[in-house]
């Protein structure tokens, strides 16, 4: 193993992996946090940090997962880093009062970044994808979406990935999973059908769209807003 090699322990997006956290690239080579005073050696391939660890991040191998989301944050853009967070909220593991006062006492590189994170970050979100969708709706200041929301119309109760409630507008995050049989098709279309009932559009961006042509999202988003609520759209 390459961080016995080092005689120091996994971090950053290698420790993200062993904590089931969401990645949009895998790392090439291991991170490994070597003791600060320990000078370069030959060894494995890998992306060396120096800094202190604790005594349990040493008897694990791996960084906690508080510190491996902050490490993250360091060094990931602002939505890949989001849905690290998100996820490690989501788990349970962590609490989202525990990240803020973690970002208290961060230094180093990255602390703008750690900061906006640890402040946007929500423990609903259901997906990695969906965190990215939020996280360009946020950097782009298309405000008023919120993970998870509940939509309730007489009997009818669906969940959508973001929801503005005042707009009215839904966002669903599609992954590449596919229906498993007929009757599943028929179920996700009468969802949307019932949401349209109820009021709401429904627009649908999957990865291609969110990491692939971020700007298109973001302006069929604004656009769909104005609709809604009889703002003209400026930004053209």
Same mark, same amino acid.
């Given at each position: 193993?390459? $961080? &016995? *090699?080092?005689?120091?322990?996994? !971090?950053? /997006?290698? +420790?993200?992996?062993v ?6 690239? =895998? ?24 800094a ?30 989001? $849905? &690290? *967070?998100?996820?490690?909220?989501? !788990?349970? /593991?962590? +609490? ?9 006492? =961060?230094?180093?590189?990255?602390c ?39 939509v ?11 929801g503005?409630r ?15 049989s007929?009757?599943?098709? =028929? ?14 559009v ?13 700007a ?21």
């Open positions: 193993m390459t $961080a &016995v *090699a080092y005689d120091g322990v996994l !971090s950053h /997006l290698s +420790a993200a992996q904590w089931n956290l969401p990645l949009l690239v =895998a790392p090439s080579k291991p991170h490994i946090i070597v003791p600060v005073k320990r000078k370069p050696r030959r060894g494995p391939p890998a992306v060396l940090h120096w202190e660890v604790t005594a349990d991040e040493r008897r694990t191998g791996t960084t906690s997962l508080l510190r491996t989301v902050i490490d993250c944050a360091r060094l990931l853009p602002f939505g890949e880093a989001l $849905a &690290v *967070a998100d996820a490690a909220l989501a !788990s349970g /593991l962590i +609490a989202p009062d525990e990240l803020l006062r973690a970002t208290v006492a =961060a230094r180093g590189p990255g703008p970044n750690i900061r906006r994170v640890a402040a946007c970050a929500d423990g609903r979100a259901g997906s990695f994808l969906e965190s990215m969708l939020r996280a360009l709706l946020i950097t782009h200041g298309v405000d008023g979406f919120e993970p998870q929301v509940m309730r119309s007489g009997p009818f109760r669906v969940r959508v990935d973001l503005n005042g707009a009215q507008v839904a966002l669903e995050a599609e992954g590449y999973e596919f229906h498993g007929p009757n599943d098709f =028929a179920a996700d279309c009468g969802r949307y059908n019932e949401l349209v009932r109820a009021g709401w429904v627009l649908r961006f999957t990865y291609q769209h969110v990491i692939g042509d971020p298109w999202v973001v302006d069929t988003t604004r656009r769909t807003l104005a609709q809604r609520i009889g703002v003209p759209n400026d930004r053209r």
